[in-house]
T-cell receptor
Framework: EPEVTQTPSHQVTQMGQEVILRCVPISNHLYFYWYRQILGQKVEFLVSFYNNEISEKSEIFDDQFSVERPDGSNFTLKIRSTKLEDSAMYFC?????????????FGSGTRLTVV | KNEVEQSPQNLTAQEGEFITINCSYS?????LHWLQQHPGGGIVSLFMLSSGKKKHGRLIATINIQEKHSSLHITASHPRDSAVYIC???????????FGKGTKLTVNP
């Protein structure tokens, strides 16, 4: 079964530092997403990405966040200057297409701890 | 008010019991997803529904579009079914999933 791979599984960073979370989506998928889950809360949408550009983003996804697909396989989420409230589990997901016929495949997540 | 409401929040069952988890939503949707989140945190997609009913093994998911309600059933529950079950909806042409808070299921042997 194809998988979405996320690295690292856990990252600890100092407040104010930049972090890059990495994801390798399923190879024939075209739509890519980042979600986050603050401990004890529900999963929240951050951003969707298609055809090398952001297709939709939430109000959480402000100027300190950016996404990139630098080499056609990796999909990265960068947080420029981390805050304590960025501590969360970050999930990458991908889909082969849009519409009701295509399911999402999620990665196992990166737990980001900002200290 | 949350767009997606799940009940119950917590559910404890004995092995072998029939389990029902409910999801109600307040907006028009293009699809509803049931997902499973294990204690380690990973999320696995179980079902995607836009109408009717789907079955996979001991899991059954139903949706009533008119009533804006979906249920996830687990027959002959087993301790390995213990996890958080999450309902999420997609609206119209939007790409984002809107998640419920999840139902934590514990199945005791």
């Amino acid at each position: 079964e194809p998988e979405v791979t996320q690295t690292p599984s856990h990252q600890v960073t100092q407040m104010g530092q930049e972090v890059i979370l990495r994801c390798v989506p399923i190879s024939n998928h075209l739509y890519f997403y980042w979600y986050r889950q603050i401990l004890g809360q529900k999963v929240e949408f951050l951003v969707s990405f298609y055809n090398n550009e952001i297709s939709e983003k939430s109000e959480i996804f402000d100027d300190q966040f950016s996404v990139e697909r630098p080499d056609g396989s990796n999909f990265t989420l960068k947080i420029r200057s981390t805050k304590l409230e960025d501590s969360a589990m970050y999930f990458c997901a991908s889909r082969a297409g849009t519409g009701g016929d295509y399911g999402y495949t999620f990665g196992s997540g990166t737990r980001l701890t900002v200290v | 008010k949350n767009e997606v409401e799940q009940s119950p929040q917590n559910l404890t069952a004995q092995e072998g019991e029939f389990i029902t988890i409910n999801c109600s939503y307040s907006v028009g949707i293009s699809a509803l997803h049931w997902l499973q989140q294990h204690p380690g945190g990973g999320i696995v997609s179980l079902f995607m529904l836009s109408s009717g009913k789907k079955k996979h093994g001991r899991l059954i998911a139903t949706i009533n579009i008119q009533e804006k309600h979906s249920s996830l059933h687990i027959t002959a529950s087993h301790p390995r079914d213990s996890a958080v079950y999450i309902c999420a909806v997609r609206r119209g042409v939007s790409e984002k999933l809107v998640f419920g808070k999840g139902t934590k299921l514990t199945v005791n042997p």
